[in-house]
């Protein structure tokens, strides 16, 4: 059964600075693609970042620049730097998997159904 577990959520200041993990376990074969979303209350959940077996990387524009994720495959974990925080960022943030090739942008766009894994959460608040 596969499992994703997020921590390093927080409270921080504008401008601040995180790093979110994602711990994945229970598979044999590699996801295509493993990425952040996050969703704000009252907002649908968005697509924030995505790296693909090669690792290559895509963003969301309203992230791009600010954040980084990476992934360490010899610990099976997802990361997500996060600078320059801005109060828009305050939203919980979920790490996904998914085991077909979609393309990078279509995971990104994807619903919660569309995805075949995801994570319980870790809440990123931003204050001024």
């Known amino acids: 059964q596969v499992r994703l577990v997020e921590s390093g959520g927080a409270s921080v200041q504008v401008g601040g600075s995180l790093r979110l993990s994602c711990a994945a376990s229970g598979y044999s074969a590699s996801p295509y693609y493993m990425g952040w979303f996050r969703q704000a209350p009252g907002k649908e959940r968005e697509g924030v970042a995505v790296i693909d077996g090669y690792g290559v990387a895509s963003y969301a524009d309203s992230v791009k620049d600010r954040f980084t994720i990476s992934l360490d495959n010899a610990k099976n974990t997802l990361y997500l730097q996060m600078n320059s925080l801005q109060p828009e960022d305050t939203a919980m943030y979920y790490c996904?998997?998914?085991?077909?090739?979609?393309?990078?942008?279509?995971?990104?766009?994807?619903?919660?159904?569309?995805?075949?894994?995801w994570g319980q959460g870790t809440q990123v608040t931003v204050s001024s």
């Open positions: 996904a998997a998914h085991w077909s090739p979609i393309g990078r942008t279509w995971f990104l766009r994807a619903g919660p159904k569309q995805i075949n894994y």
